[in-house]
């Protein structure tokens, strides 16, 4: 190996250690804040410094070097601040939400945390139209993870004239989001609290997940041997940005005998829309 080679080499990992001391002063941020609240600016300047370097992180090369054996632990801690991070968000926001007079629609228009996540918004409906997958009165779409604050569910309900029903393990995520479907008066939106896992998806015409539901997998087979004719629309981190959410083992849901219909994502997101059929 040349001299400027090793250079190089050694340059590419000094950068790498800088990125991961950045990842872990801002991780120590939001602990030492210790709300997990995003409505805090010192926490959402933390969330979004960390979704900054990991934009650096690809940018770099170093992505690989991300997902090492050696940095799992690491890794492990990332996915369960992001998870704390967006429950604790979404059941404040909720909370606020149900207290204010106005338009839930245009609350929730205000409440994008994710970059990119507005452009995933629109061009999921046009997508899943181009795939294949038509919803009409009567059809179910569930959304696996909706959380305390349904933009998914409203922006969707503004697309298809279908049922949607969020499905949360989370007991007071599905009874917040409940109460603001309500508020917003839409009764074919519903909320229910029960595991993806291992819920019946006969019914289903598409399942989608949301990206820090982490059992993707196990939510992929149920739906393949609970329902026929079903679509899977699961999401999924873009790059660097898996450090922190869980991805997706697609080899995984092919030996199952699902097949990958689409792959959608937008520029500058950090998270794609996947589509598979049978």
Not at 4 to 24: C, G, H
Not at 25 to 54: F, K, P, W
Not at 133 to 153: E, F, K
């Amino acid at each position: 190996m040349s001299l400027s080679n090793v250079s190089n080499q050694i340059e590419i990992s000094e950068k790498f250690e800088s990125q991961l001391a950045a990842l872990k002063e801002q991780c120590s941020e939001i602990e030492l804040d210790g709300t997990y609240n995003m409505l805090s600016s010192r926490v959402r300047r933390a969330h979004d410094a960390i979704s900054a370097i990991l934009d650096e992180v690809d940018y770099t090369g170093n992505t690989l070097k991300l997902f090492s054996v050696g940095l799992s632990r690491m890794r492990e801690d990332f996915i369960t601040l992001n998870s704390r991070l967006h429950s604790a968000t979404e059941k404040l926001m909720a909370g606020e939400l149900l207290l204010r007079d106005g338009s839930v629609a245009e609350y929730l228009n205000q409440t994008y945390i994710n970059k990119g996540f507005p452009d995933l918004l629109r061009f999921q409906s046009s997508e899943w139209r181009r795939l294949g997958v038509s919803l009409r009165a009567g059809d179910n779409l569930y959304i696996v993870g909706g959380g305390a604050l349904p933009q998914t569910q409203i922006y969707l309900a503004s697309e298809f004239d279908c049922n949607i029903i969020s499905i949360d393990q989370d007991h007071i995520a599905a009874e917040l989001c409940k109460k603001v479907l309500k508020k917003h008066g839409n009764p074919k939106l519903t909320s229910i609290w029960h595991s993806g896992e291992s819920f019946d998806y006969s019914n289903a015409s598409i399942v989608a997940v949301a990206t820090l539901v982490t059992s993707k997998e196990k939510i992929g087979h149920q739906v393949y041997q609970t329902s026929d004719c079903a679509f899977f629309a699961p999401r999924c981190p873009i790059g660097a940005h898996a450090f922190w959410r869980t991805e997706l083992q697609t080899e995984h849901l092919a030996a199952i005998g699902w097949r990958l219909l689409g792959n959608l994502s937008p520029q500058n997101s950090s998270v794609s829309s996947l589509l598979f059929g049978r």
